[in-house]
């Protein structure tokens, strides 16, 4: 059961243009929804995120919005760079009342970016 | 401030043979997390300790175990190795209790797992 999903393999995108990656999720319970960035032989990087009572997230040339009634979030860079060039995977997470922690991030299968010349 | 640190980074191991990797979290986290990323998927949450113990735990057997130190730093053990375990294993750190930015976990490059 794919909670979390990101629905297309890659993307090419002109540097300077907009990169749209988008991500959709299943489940209403998550709280908190965060976006990592991965190069090769590296882990995952953080790089923006967002609550769930909130629409919008805006971080530089980096914003994340989201739409609760669709279940769907989208992470926009604008310009893009060559260097934005990686994986970029879409992760939730719930919080668990009874311990205040948030055990685990629910990640999708991620989404190649490549920023052309 | 120390980043997430993982040892090793490559390892080769053979089927029914018995591994542990490491993780040391970034300074001022107290929380370490466990995902297995296999080829081509997201990582996927194996489990989390927290103050010393398992702070939930994802769809995977016991045979993969860990353990949290008093210096917060952590290890994860897999026994009775399986083809499919080869995978690159990631280790996060976060901070809770703490504000809502504490959700955002911080990962180490990774232990690339071969098993033949």
């Known amino acids: 059961d794919q909670q979390v999903k990101q629905n297309s393999p890659s993307l090419s995108v002109q540097e300077g243009r907009i990169s749209i990656l988008n991500c959709d999720y299943t489940n209403s319970m998550f709280d908190y929804f965060l976006w990592y960035k991965k190069y090769p032989a590296e882990g995952p990087t953080f790089l923006i995120s967002?609550?769930?009572?909130?629409d919008k997230n805006e971080d530089g040339r980096f914003t994340v919005f989201l739409n609760k009634s669709a279940k769907h979030l989208s992470l926009h860079i604008v310009p893009s760079q060559p260097g934005d060039s990686a994986v970029y995977f879409c992760?939730?997470?719930?919080?668990?009342?009874?311990?205040?922690?948030?055990?685990?991030?629910?990640f999708g299968t991620g989404t190649r970016l490549q920023v052309t010349l | 401030e120390t980043g997430v640190t993982q040892s090793p980074t490559h390892l080769i191991k053979t089927r029914g043979q018995q591994v542990t990797l490491r993780c040391s979290s970034q300074?001022?986290?107290?929380?370490v997390s466990w995902y297995q990323q296999a080829l081509g998927q997201g990582p996927q949450f194996i489990f989390q300790y927290y103050r010393e113990e398992e702070n939930g735990r994802g769809n995977f057997p016991p045979r993969f175990s860990g353990l949290q130190f008093p210096n917060y730093s952590s290890e994860l053990n897999v026994n009775a190795l399986e083809l499919d375990d080869s995978a690159l294993y990631l280790c996060?750190?976060?901070?809770?209790?703490?504000?809502?930015?504490?959700?955002?976990?911080?990962f180490g490059p990774g232990t690339r797992l071969t098993v033949t």
């Open positions: 300074s001022g986290h107290n929380t």
């Open positions: 992760a939730a997470i719930t919080w668990q009342m009874t311990t205040g922690t948030a055990s685990k991030l629910t």
């Open positions: 967002i609550s769930s009572i909130k």
């Open positions: 996060a750190s976060s901070l809770y209790p703490g504000p809502l930015s504490s959700y955002e976990q911080y």
